[in-house]
């Protein structure tokens, strides 16, 4: 007769059951082994990959409300800064009418104001060069969970990744996704960004001119340089922060793990998956899931007993962002209590991975 999985967990007993939670880390085979990575590291490749993005010469455009240097050799008369109008025009004396300047380049510039001068008959053989002093139409905004949130004026083409690193990349809690709004000139028909599969929504700001939506592993592990978009002036660039759930006690990783949206759950079996199973001490029957209510901000302390989860005599328990699995240790004897006034003391120097 074949036995089914509740059969088979039947005849094993407590004793051959407690050996194969240890062996496999107190987890059934399927979930496995899962590679982290820290935010620092995570940093470190935005950095790295933003270093090694291959140099380009051209130029940003000059735009509204930038300061231009004029410089014309040998005629100090029309050497002088000028703002850039709201209209896009400039106007320099001797030269009828106002000179549109928006959209071209300093170069561009350059070559429009020496013909000026030749055909207007000021000077036969001109020698002009222009360089913006001072930028402010092409202003990018970096939003959410970066180190630094700021407003970044690009002066040269720039992509995503050299934008994150410029705001000091990203913070412990950030998400798995980033998105860029579109709202200067380079705005494309309008992408709604994806829901959370559990219903939990992106605070995502939209300039009106469409949403890239992309993820972050993707961007830093996939090599394929499609990901690392192309950033414009009047872009917004968004990090949302994300859920986390914390795993500690007696696990072989204990520390704060970052889920891909903040509407994701995970259940326990998973949490102790991320925190690579239990330690051979652990009290598994005795673990607890802290949850702080946000609305009162009083403390929660729900039993997960995991080996009834193993043994499928229990649902698998779902978390919350925020949660945090406490699994006390069988060797301290600790009074259950006890032992989750230790485990928030100690929540709050756990070092933080992602799932890279």
Sequence with gaps: MKLTVRDRAGCLGKKSLWVILVVLGGLPAAYGQTQ??????????IFQLAQAKESRTSEIPIGDGDIVHI????????????????????????????????????????????NLLVENGLVSHPQVSVFVKEQTSQPVSVVGAVARPMVIQIVRPTTLLEILADAGGITDDAGSYIF????????????????????????????????????????????????????????????????????????????????????????????????????????????????????????????????????????DMP???????????????????KGAEAALIAGSALAVYRLP
């Design 36 to 45: 982290l990575q820290t935010p620092k590291q995570t940093n470190d490749k």
């Design 71 to 114: 410089d014309v050799f040998d005629v100090p008369e029309l050497t002088r800064e000028v703002r850039v109008s709201e209209t896009g025009d400039i106007s320099l004396p001797l030269i009828p009418g106002r000179i549109h300047v928006a959209g071209v380049t300093t170069f561009e510039l350059e070559a429009k104001l020496e």
């Design 319 to 337: 978390l919350n962002a925020g949660d945090m699995l406490y699994v006390p240790d069988s060797t301290g004897k600790k009074v259950l209590y």
């Design 180 to 315: 860029v709004s579109r709202g200067g000139l380079n705005a494309s028909p309008a992408v709604a960004p994806t829901p959370s599969p559990n219903g939990g929504g992106q605070d995502v700001p939209d300039a009106g001119g469409g949403t890239e939506k992309i993820r972050l592993a993707d961007l830093l592990v996939s090599g394929d340089p499609t990901f690392n978009v192309s950033v414009y002036g009047g872009d917004v660039v968004s990090v949302p922060r994300s859920g986390m759930i914390y795993v500690i006690g007696a696990v072989q990783t204990p520390g704060g793990y970052v889920l891909e949206n903040r509407g994701d759950r995970v259940t326990a079996l998973k949490a102790l998956s991320l925190a690579h199973g239990l330690t051979a001490t652990a009290k598994a029957n005795d673990a607890m899931i802290i949850r702080q209510d946000t609305k009162t901000g009083s403390r929660q302390e729900i039993p997960a007993p995991i080996k009834k989860m193993l043994a499928r005599k229990l649902d």
